[in-house]
C-alpha cells in the first residue's frame, strides 16, 4: 500500500527552527509537495522536490532524499502566523498525489 | 487575479436531502479535482477530472457524483448526505497531470449535515 507518515502535531517557540519530517512508501515518485494549511483553509503550496537536496525559499527549505524515501520541511525565524498544518504529498507513478495527514504546527512566544 | 472559487463556503443540509456544491476556476487549467477532508486528516481524492475525461477513484461511494460543463465549472453532487459526510469539500486545478503540476486550491465549503 501507498503511506505518508509525518507526526501529528509539534510545538515550537517563536523566532526558533523547527523540522518536520515526512517518510513515504508509494508506487512510484514524480515529486514531493509540502503544504500549508491554516485551520479551516484550503492548502497553499509552498514546495516541490523532485531532486534529491535541498530546496531553499525565504525562510522555509525542503530537503528530499528518494533513496531514504524521506523529505523534511524547515522553517526558520518562526512567527505566530506560522502556527498551521503541513502537508506531505507526494506524486505517484499515476500522478495522483499521495497526501500525509498532517503535522500541526503551534508557535508559542 | 486567477483563483479557484467554491461557492458556497458553508453549506448546511439535512439528512438524505441532496445538496450541489460548486467550483469555478479563471486559470484555465485543463485538471479539476474534488478532495474531501475531515478533521486533522489527509485529503481524500474524490474523483477528477482532465479536460472532460472522468476519473472516479475505487473507493468513492457512489453517494458522490460530479459534473463538468466547461473548462471553468465544476460541480459536486451529493445525492443523499449522511452524517458521515459533514466534512470540508475542497476544488483544486492543475495545468497538466505530469510531474511537476502544482495544485491550486480553493477555499472549500464546509458541509454539515443536521
Known amino acids: 500500500g501507498q503511506n505518508i507518515d509525518q507526526p501529528t502535531e509539534m510545538t515550537a517557540t517563536e523566532g526558533a527552527i523547527v523540522q518536520i519530517n515526512c517518510t513515504y512508501q508509494t508506487s512510484g515518485f514524480n515529486g514531493l509537495f509540502w503544504y500549508q494549511q491554516h485551520a479551516g483553509e484550503a492548502p497553499t503550496f509552498l514546495s516541490y522536490n523532485v531532486l534529491d537536496g535541498l530546496e531553499e525559499k525565504g525562510r522555509f527549505s525542503s530537503f528530499l532524499s528518494r533513496s531514504k524515501g524521506y523529505s523534511y520541511l524547515l522553517l526558520k525565524e518562526l512567527q505566530m502566523k506560522d502556527s498551521a498544518s503541513y502537508l506531505c504529498a507526494v506524486m505517484d507513478s499515476n500522478y495522483q498525489l499521495i497526501w500525509g495527514a498532517g503535522t500541526k504546527l503551534i508557535i508559542k512566544p | 487575479d486567477a483563483m479557484v472559487i467554491q461557492n458556497p463556503r458553508y453549506q448546511v443540509t439535512q439528512f438524505g436531502k441532496p445538496v450541489t456544491l460548486s467550483c469555478s476556476q479563471t486559470?484555465?487549467?485543463?485538471?479539476m479535482y474534488w478532495y474531501q477532508q475531515k478533521s486533522s486528516q489527509a485529503p481524500k481524492l474524490l474523483f477528477h477530472?482532465?479536460?472532460?475525461?472522468?476519473?472516479n477513484e475505487a473507493d468513492t461511494p457512489d453517494n458522490f457524483q460530479s459534473r463538468r460543463p466547461n473548462t471553468s465549472f465544476c460541480f459536486l453532487d451529493i445525492r443523499s448526505p449522511g452524517l458521515g459526510d459533514a466534512a470540508m469539500y475542497l476544488c483544486?486545478?492543475?495545468?497538466?497531470?505530469?510531474?511537476?503540476?502544482?495544485?491550486?486550491f480553493g477555499p472549500g465549503t464546509r458541509l454539515t449535515v443536521l
Open positions: 477530472y482532465y479536460d472532460k475525461d472522468f476519473n
Open positions: 483544486a486545478t492543475s495545468s497538466n497531470r505530469g510531474s511537476y503540476n502544482e495544485q491550486f
Open positions: 486559470l484555465n487549467h485543463n485538471v
